[in-house]
């Protein structure tokens, strides 16, 4: 079955106009139920008071699959990224994911990203850009993990 990476939980979300935002079954689903509305949910680990901590200067990798329904309208549409912050706390720098704002079937999604040098913690987060759509977006089997190299090359 599908879910959401279990270390996962919703910290908060920021809701402007008509939004909706619901984590069930493993599932984030983010609908704009009318226009102007917008909704940004940062996802974080349970077990680390609200931090994801990254290791800096090193390839990372964010996975997701994404539905999404476009019931009227077009415009920015939903998307995954992260916020980058240093180890004093001031923000630094972020990342994200091409939005997408058509009707899909579940599709799997892969962001690659090296962490700034001086960044130690991000937030991760889903965002729904309502402003002039009107549409429903279900993220699940979402997983933010170092990458790995592939193991190809010359054998002996």
């Known amino acids: 079955g599908t879910s959401t990476n279990p270390l996962f939980a919703v910290r908060n979300s920021v809701t402007a106009g008509s939004t909706e935002l619901e984590l069930t079954k493993g599932k984030l689903r983010l609908s704009s139920k009318g226009a102007g509305g917008s909704?940004?949910?940062?996802l974080y680990p349970n077990n680390t008071g609200g931090k994801i901590y990254l290791t800096p200067s090193t390839s990372y990798t964010l996975e997701y699959d994404l539905e999404t329904v476009v019931?009227?309208?077009s415009g920015a549409g939903v998307n995954m990224g992260l916020d980058f912050f240093s180890g004093t706390g001031p923000y630094v720098s972020s990342t994200t994911s091409t939005a997408v704002n058509t009707t899909t079937s579940k599709t799997h999604y892969t962001k690659v990203f090296t962490t700034?040098?001086?960044a130690v913690t991000a937030n991760c987060y889903c965002s729904l850009n309502g402003a002039s759509v009107i549409m429903d977006a279900i993220?699940?089997?979402?997983?933010?993990?170092?990458?790995?190299?592939?193991?190809?090359?010359?054998?002996a």
């Open 139 to 155: 993220f699940s089997n979402i997983q933010l993990r170092p990458t790995v190299a592939s193991g190809r090359g010359a054998s």
């Open 39 to 42: 909704h940004y949910a940062t």
């Open 116 to 118: 700034p040098a001086n």
């Open 71 to 73: 019931n009227s309208g």
